[in-house]
């Protein structure tokens, strides 16, 4: 523990609020709330903590706190911190999934479609649909049984759903708009909960079309009949009252909590939902602060009452979501709960093996990495590779891995500028040159570690320009290759020299993971480089043909080859006169000949 945390330690107050952690970044890892900030704050620096904890707390070289003058208010403004600066350690807002809901448009002609977003459009909305399965499902129901336009074709043009029976705003005397408000009349009842009086009606049409001997119509209504019963029959599970609810239950071990969900709609238990997640705070805290971003962060639909375990603080949940928040002590409702909390731990023992190997995978083999190196741990690696045939068309590439897994959004390409010819050394020299400086220049975060793919004459070059151009002073590696291109040895240090890293650990896998990405998106981007440069330079050598008919070849035909093996009338249909057309192929088949001869 630095001194700068003593000396914050000694002076926290007995108060409500948030603390921010801190590391040597400066970047907010952590957000967390407390009753009383004293207590809490103090209990992450005193004591034996799980692994978990530890690396937190490792990564922590300061702390910010934000007084609050109630629980409530702490709650809230943790939310909101977390939201603003979404930090690594807070993992819980990663799901960002929105639901689909069933929706009846407000047009002339109606239509049913799935959607996720709910606008103020006059349309109709049901939902939400946890299960997209389930909402297609109860959406391919409807469409057999209700006839809403399902085309965009004008009246008296029929579409294949109109001779299907299941389209009818393309006939040549479109339904009324009385007709459409039954439809959606009955579909609301259905979605509503009201499907068993439609299935008793389907029924009754079937026994009238089997007595007037129509039974082709008949097997059409006992097929409709049938998916009722499937898609909306199959849940057994169901409350009397038909109110929409919510039913959470939780469990934790080890540092880790699983929160499962029941989705109630109509009085019928439709779908679930299951988090996992590390955590920090106290059980029982961290239950409450899910529960509120769970709605108001991560925009799920607020149904009219939700269910949570005995023990929970109903009067702060009920003030922060403004909602009914019950604890059910009997009958079929605290069952629910119960198989709630049944459910999380048994999904909490279900996920222990994977969390245990992917953490083997990914975050323990970075502390290993990071001890073999003798550096601090390497939380975020950037590693670069060059890419070129003969010098032809050089590029590099650099992906990052953030605590062992690939963060895609920040891999970058580069275009060698400045380099002639096929020299390694100062393709390094340069990509190294031009990342750094607009880190640098926009306060971007630095890396842990550096992974340059080469050996000691690539390390050589890149550690010139972190030090001597950039005065940084960034651990740096090279990944050398053995003689069928896989990783073979890891160097460091001055002078280079071979890592000893066994052959069968995380840590080698780990290295040989980052080295095989960034060779797979160097390459990716120097064959596309590559392809689109040999493309438009042997269009650019064609007489009369200038750049929009270059860009009208290239949008048409995928490939020299196609264009080769086009037609003259092919080429023309475009709007291109004939004779540039036979000169286009022309000179397209003479190059290909001249391959094959050198061939």
């Not at 393309?170 to 509503?192: A, G, V």
């Not at 004459?457 to 320009?465: E, K, L, R, W």
């Not at 949008?555 to 003259?568: C, L, M, Q, T």
Request: aromatic content about 8%.
């Amino acid at each position: 523990m630095n001194q700068k945390i003593q000396e914050k330690l000694a002076v926290l107050p007995p108060k409500p609020g948030c603390y921010l952690m801190k590391d040597k970044h400066n970047t907010i890892i952590y957000v967390g709330k407390s009753k009383l900030l004293k207590n809490r704050v103090r209990s992450y620096f005193t004591g034996a903590h799980d692994q978990k904890t530890q690396r937190l707390v490792q990564e922590i070289v300061d702390f910010e706190y934000i007084i609050t003058s109630s629980e409530i208010e702490a709650l809230i403004l943790e939310m909101n911190l977390i939201k603003k600066y979404d930090p690594k350690y807070n993992v819980m807002l990663k799901d960002d999934k929105s639901y689909p809901y069933l929706k009846i448009t407000s047009e002339r002609h109606p239509r049913l479609l799935i959607t996720r977003k709910v606008k103020k459009d006059k349309g109709r909305y049901f939902g939400p649909y946890p299960n997209v399965i389930a909402a297609r499902e109860t959406k391919k129901l409807l469409d057999r049984i209700y006839p809403l336009r399902k085309c965009n074709n004008p009246s008296g043009k029929p579409c294949l759903y109109y001779h299907m029976n299941q389209c009818l705003a393309c006939s040549e005397k479109p339904p009324s708009e009385e007709y459409y408000k039954d439809i959606i009349h009955d579909i609301t009842s259905f979605l509503q909960g009201g499907f068993k009086e439609i299935k008793q009606n389907l029924i009754q049409k079937m026994q009238d079309a089997s007595e007037q001997l129509n039974f082709e119509r008949a097997k059409e209504l006992r097929d409709q009949i049938q998916h009722i019963e499937v898609v909306m029959e199959q849940q057994k599970m169901t409350l009397n009252d038909r109110v929409d609810r919510d039913v959470f239950g939780y469990s934790y071990d080890k540092g880790w909590m699983c929160i499962q969900v029941f989705f109630i709609r109509q009085g019928k238990l439709i779908e679930r939902d299951v988090s996992v997640f590390p955590f920090f705070d106290e059980p029982d805290e961290t239950f409450i602060s899910f529960i509120g971003r769970f709605y108001l962060h991560e925009n799920h639909p607020k149904p009219k009452q939700i269910f949570v375990p005995i023990g929970t603080e109903t009067e702060l949940l009920q003030e922060l979501l403004e909602l009914d928040v019950h604890t059910p002590y009997r009958g079929k409702k605290k069952e629910l709960v119960e198989l709630a909390m049944e459910n999380a731990k048994a999904s909490l023992l279900e996920k222990f093996s994977i969390i245990e190997r992917d953490e083997e995978l990914t975050i323990l083999a970075v502390d290993k990495l990071g001890s073999a190196l003798n550096i601090e741990i390497p939380h975020r690696i950037e590693a670069f590779d060059n890419s070129n045939i003969q010098g032809a068309d050089p590029v590099s590439a650099m992906v990052v891995f953030v605590d062992g897994k690939p963060s895609k959004k920040d891999y970058r390409k580069y275009k060698i500028k400045d380099v002639k010819g096929p020299d390694d050394y100062e393709t390094m020299r340069e990509v190294i040159r031009r990342r750094y400086t607009r880190v640098l220049k926009d306060s971007l975060p630095l890396p842990d570690l550096i992974l340059v793919d080469g050996g000691k004459g690539q390390m050589s070059a890149a550690i010139d320009v972190l030090e001597n151009e950039l005065g940084l002073d960034i651990p740096l590696c090279g990944l050398a290759k053995d003689d069928k291109h896989r990783t073979s040895e890891l160097l460091y240090g001055e002078p280079p020299s071979v890592v000893p890293l066994e052959r069968q650990s995380q840590e080698f896998y780990l290295i040989q993971r980052i080295q095989d990405e960034v060779h797979r998106f160097a390459i990716t981007f120097h064959r596309q480089l590559r392809g689109k440069n040999l493309f438009q330079s042997e269009l650019d050598k064609i007489p009369g043909v200038g750049e929009k008919r270059r860009k009208l070849l290239l949008s048409h035909f995928k490939s020299v080859k196609e264009i080769r093996n086009a037609s003259i009338q092919d080429i023309t249909k475009l709007g291109i006169p004939q004779n540039v057309a036979e000169i286009v192929l022309q000179h397209l088949n003479e190059t290909e000949n001249k391959k094959d001869a050198e061939d």
